[in-house]
């Protein structure tokens, strides 16, 4: 079946340490990523998306996403992380070939040391 | 940003009763929104889409008597959960496209959704 698959459930690292969160889809076609945070006791939010251009994206907080096609992968990271990062992430993907609804991944649970 | 709310925020109801959660696109217009549940440590997982004006499409596995969708107007729609029992006990979100300020592409706005406990 087609799919999102993110690859960590739980990640747990201390303040300033790299950030990097697998992304994984198996949608052929015309795909738009994204990835939403869910902090604790709040909505989803978007933190940065991919249409088309630069494979490279750049979103809010300091997070950015490569999309690499060839290997349906869109990775998250961010270079240094601080204790407020700490949240649920989501990746999600819209596909032509699913109808263009939203498919969201299992989410990652990032809990960030002090 | 567009903003979506939704009401309740969470609800406590007796089994086999009924609820009615409400989706309201507050500064935009949304002929089309979502509705989502998702478990405890698990991801969303799309349930419906409501469309205004005519009948809501369900994924697969979806029961659409027990999960009545109407999309009243183009700024509200509203999930009744018939018949409550605790399995359907679960997180509900919705979501709604509009355009994000300034781009023309269009994105989805998710409400803060409604924590539904069955007894």
């Known amino acids: 079946a087609q799919s999102v698959s993110q690859h960590n459930h739980h990640v747990i690292l201390s303040e300033a340490a790299s950030l990097e969160l697998g992304c994984n889809y198996s949608y052929g076609g015309t795909v738009n990523l994204f990835w939403y945070v869910q902090y604790p006791g709040q909505h989803l939010q978007l933190l940065l998306k991919y249409f088309s251009g630069d494979p490279l994206v750049k979103g809010i907080k300091g997070f950015e996403a490569e999309f690499i096609k060839s290997k349906f992968s869109f990775n998250l990271r961010k270079p240094s992380v601080q204790w407020s990062d700490t949240a649920e992430y989501f990746c999600?993907?819209?596909?032509?070939?699913?109808?263009?609804?939203?498919?969201f991944g299992g989410g990652t649970r990032v809990l960030v040391k002090p | 940003g567009a903003v979506v709310s939704q009401h309740p925020s969470w609800v406590i109801c007796k089994s086999g009763t009924s609820v009615k959660i409400e989706c309201r696109s507050l500064?935009?217009?949304?002929?089309?929104m979502f509705w989502y549940r998702q478990f405890p440590k698990q991801s969303l997982m799309l349930m419906a889409t409501?469309?205004?004006?005519?009948?809501?499409?369900?994924e697969q596995g979806v029961e659409k008597d027990k999960f009545l969708i109407n999309h009243a107007s183009l700024t509200l729609s509203t999930l009744t959960v018939t018949s409550a029992h605790p399995e359907d006990s679960s997180f509900y979100i919705c979501?709604?496209?509009?355009?994000?300020?300034?781009?023309?592409?269009?994105?989805?706005?998710f409400g803060p959704g409604t924590r539904l406990t069955v007894l």
């Open positions: 979501s709604a496209p509009g355009l994000a300020g300034g781009n023309s592409y269009n994105e989805q706005f």
């Open positions: 999600a993907v819209k596909a032509a070939a699913a109808g263009n609804k939203l498919t």
């Open positions: 409501s469309n205004e004006g005519s009948k809501a499409t369900y």
């Open positions: 500064d935009f217009q949304a002929t089309t």
